[in-house]
């Protein structure tokens, strides 16, 4: 969330913003509606300095004064309470302002490639795709998850389940050594935690909901874990506060339909190790640390040997809580193309605002955080890269180097 003195002092910006984003914002009603809510908020407060003085009062008529202006006290509340109720609705729906940096685009047409690390393999005889590999090698069952769990369902079996538990835990051993707090998050979740990341009120239909319950499937660590310190207030002393974090993933991919409906690239259940950084409200500083979670990622895929490329995301692609994003997508064979692997958000104080997450400095004040998150690492997806840039002539795959103590073998073979 914006502050509201910041998008009157900067309207303009504010509008092209939600332009570049591809959002509708009813600016004029929002306006009206801050003008009102100030409007009774400063009548509120002239008839609260009589009203206390009336109950010094000592005639029948001063009390009975008193009384009205009681009456009239209720009457404004509720009509404030109604206002700042819409006009709360409507500061949901303002998006966050992108760095200067950022390339102004309305897809992802207009993302900027800034990075590539690693060389495109290049194979000798006919490319599988992961969905082959996995078949006949019996790594993963999709007829069976499909009957199990319905549309994009899966089981990872043998190797590749251990493949699995082992991208895992290797991130998160390497995060835990880089100083990150571990945590295993909750993946179920309330209202308010997806209204303080800004999921709701954009990405509603992405997200399950249980409504018996009244909660809802995390997407991603990031939502619980950024929302682990909402209405609270943090010393400065104490920040940057870096966790590492494992979850079930759940997204119902209802803006996909028709994409990727075979094999595992896009699917409705996913294990990821998400970075989620809650630090001070001084942009460089939160720049800084954007670099360090992308680099901590990039290290990841370096370790596993996938050639990768590095995006900067334009406006329209990079979603409206971020100032800034980078994506990370991993060369994939099968594809013949890079697909998505992981992306990086500097947010500024935006999730912050709407979370209440604060800290007190050196000096007494209390400002908002900053939050920041990075996907360190994400399967199935991730596997899609390994069993295809690993595949040899004979349909065998190789174990990334990284991985083989874990798995016990360097090839996988049937």
Not at 109 to 136: C, M, Q, R, S, Y
Not at 193 to 204: E, K
């Amino acid at each position: 969330m914006l502050d509201i003195k910041f998008i009157r002092e900067n309207f303009e910006l504010c509008k092209q913003a939600a332009i570049n984003k591809n959002r509708v914002v009813e600016w004029d009603r929002l306006l009206g509606l801050d003008d009102k809510r100030r409007e009774l908020i400063g009548k509120t407060e002239v008839i609260r300095a009589k009203r206390n003085k009336a109950e010094k009062a000592t005639t029948e008529e001063d009390r009975q004064a008193g009384r009205t202006l009681k009456q009239e006290m209720k009457a404004l509340e509720q009509k404030l309470r109604t206002v700042e109720e819409d006009f709360n609705t409507l500061m949901l729906t303002v998006p966050n302002v992108p760095d200067k940096s950022v390339p102004v685009g309305k897809d992802s047409t207009g993302n900027k490639t800034v990075k590539t690390w690693g060389k495109v393999p290049e194979f000798d005889f006919t490319v599988k795709d992961h969905i082959e590999l996995a078949t006949k090698l019996d790594l993963i069952d999709f007829e069976r998850g499909a009957k199990v769990g319905g549309s994009r369902a899966y089981f990872l079996k043998n190797e590749a389940a251990q493949l699995e538990f082992a991208l895992m835990f290797y991130a998160f051993q390497k995060l835990i050594g880089k100083g990150y707090t571990p945590l295993i998050a909750p993946s179920l979740v309330k209202e308010f935690t997806l209204v303080g990341v800004g999921q709701f009120p954009w990405g509603r239909d992405e997200v399950y909901h249980l409504e018996k319950d009244d909660q809802y499937l995390a997407g991603t660590a990031e939502q619980t874990v950024t929302a682990y310190f909402a209405d609270e207030v943090l010393n400065e002393k104490d920040l940057p506060k870096k966790f590492v974090a494992f979850s079930p993933c759940f997204r119902r991919e209802a803006g996909s339909y028709g994409k990727d409906t075979k094999g595992v690239y896009r699917v409705h259940q996913f294990s990821k190790i998400e970075q989620v950084i809650i630090s001070t409200n001084d942009m460089n500083n939160s720049f800084t640390l954007h670099e360090e979670l992308l680099a901590n990622a990039e290290e990841i895929l370096q370790d596993l040997e996938l050639p990768y490329c590095v995006l900067l995301m334009c406006t329209g692609d990079m979603g409206e809580p971020q100032v800034k994003k980078y994506d990370i997508e991993t060369w994939m064979p099968g594809r013949k193309a890079y697909g998505e692997t992981m992306s990086n958000s500097v947010m500024g104080d935006f999730q912050a605002r709407r979370l209440k997450i604060r800290y007190k400095t050196k000096d007494g004040k209390t400002l908002y955080c900053h939050t920041l998150n990075n996907t360190a690492i994400a399967s199935p997806r991730i596997l899609i890269a390994i069993l295809e840039n690993y595949q040899q002539r004979d349909g065998s795959i190789r174990v990334p180097k990284v991985l083989q103590s874990y798995i016990g073998k360097d090839i996988i073979a049937r």
